[in-house]
């Protein structure tokens, strides 16, 4: 098997190189926007071509939801699965992504952590089985982090909703805010190198029940995308998620 790396130079792509060179798996190209200021990358300016002569089996990407659509559409236009953690994403780019699956197998994770896709379960559980409890959502990233909430945030949102049915997303507080019914409060931080952490916590009847998840580093994520990217090399045209793989591995 052989995988296409964008995004090389970034936090991810650096660790999802390393992932998969410690597999033994070829790195059919490592893409990078400023490919001669880090060392022997490849352009990504050269994505399509990169696609032709390099044929991978798959690629994995982690960069911004306007370079991710482009690449979904390149990929789609040569039949090559695509495995993206890139956050972030707007209506129209998610759209663009379902589009890509038409073609080909597509695959957007929020996160690729076996144990977020458990806290995921375990959320919606509590929350079905505490339906008058005030829920809070906190999650925490590394100072350089563009998105917030999360996208990870948002999958445990969904989750809750799923549950309880639509709520009013409450981005922090400040000044005279009584809490409201149906409100759930989400807080984003950001601070020095956190990897990721995301809390959620239930409240009532003189109780707090805390459901943490903390990644210590980023290589869990890089681990789940290289195991996300072998799935989907198998799969037909299509639109899927991380839940799929991590169920069926």
Same mark, same amino acid.
């Given at each position: 098997?052989?995988?296409?790396?964008?995004?090389?130079?970034?936090?991810?792509?650096?660790?999802?190189?390393?992932?998969?060179?410690?597999?033994?798996?070829?790195?059919?190209?490592?893409?990078?926007?400023?490919?001669?200021?880090?060392?022997?990358?490849?352009?990504?300016?050269?994505?399509?071509?990169?696609?032709?002569?390099?044929?991978?089996?798959?690629?994995?990407?982690?960069?911004? *939801? =306007?370079?991710? +659509?482009?690449?979904? #559409?390149?990929?789609?236009?040569?039949? !090559?699965?695509?495995?993206? /953690? @890139?956050?972030?994403?707007?209506?129209?780019?998610?759209?663009?992504?379902?589009?890509?699956?038409?073609?080909?197998?597509?695959?957007?994770?929020?996160?690729?952590?076996?144990?977020?896709?458990?806290?995921?379960?375990?959320?919606?559980?509590?929350?079905?089985?505490? *339906? =008058?409890?005030? +829920?809070?959502?906190? #999650?925490?990233?590394?100072?350089?982090? !563009?998105?917030?909430?999360? /996208? @990870?945030?948002?999958?445990?949102?969904?989750?809750?909703?799923?549950?309880?049915?639509?709520?009013?997303?409450?981005?922090?507080?400040?000044?005279?805010?009584?809490?409201?019914?149906?409100?759930?409060?989400?807080?984003?931080?950001?601070?020095?190198?956190?990897?990721?952490?995301?809390?959620?916590?239930?409240?009532?009847?003189?109780?707090?029940?805390?459901?943490?998840?903390?990644?210590?580093?980023?290589?869990?994520?890089?681990?789940?995308?290289?195991?996300?990217?072998?799935?989907?090399?198998?799969?037909?045209?299509?639109?899927?998620?991380?839940?799929?793989?991590?169920?069926?591995?």
């Amino acid at each position: 098997m052989s995988v296409g790396v964008t995004g090389a130079d970034g936090r991810m792509g650096r660790v999802v190189r390393e992932v998969l060179e410690a597999r033994g798996v070829e790195v059919a190209f490592a893409a990078a926007r400023d490919p001669e200021g880090v060392g022997a990358l490849d352009d990504e300016a050269e994505f399509a071509g990169l696609l032709d002569r390099r044929e991978p089996d798959a690629v994995v990407d982690f960069t911004t *939801p =306007e370079a991710t +659509v482009r690449y979904a #559409e390149a990929c789609a236009d040569a039949g !090559v699965p695509l495995v993206t /953690g @890139t956050t972030g994403f707007d209506g129209d780019q998610r759209a663009a992504l379902r589009a890509a699956g038409d073609s080909t197998p597509v695959l957007v994770g929020a996160n690729f952590s076996r144990g977020i896709q458990a806290l995921l379960s375990v959320v919606e559980e509590a929350a079905g089985a505490l *339906p =008058e409890y005030d +829920v809070e959502v906190t #999650e925490t990233h590394h100072s350089g982090k !563009v998105d917030a909430p999360s /996208g @990870t945030a948002d999958l445990l949102l969904d989750r809750i909703e799923a549950e309880r049915g639509a709520s009013e997303r409450i981005h922090g507080r400040e000044g005279d805010q009584p809490r409201s019914e149906s409100e759930v409060g989400v807080h984003a931080r950001r601070a020095g190198d956190v990897t990721g952490e995301h809390e959620v916590l239930l409240a009532g009847n003189s109780e707090v029940l805390e459901l943490t998840h903390r990644a210590g580093d980023r290589r869990v994520f890089a681990e789940g995308a290289v195991d996300a990217a072998a799935w989907l090399a198998g799969q037909p045209a299509g639109y899927y998620e991380f839940s799929e793989v991590a169920a069926d591995v």
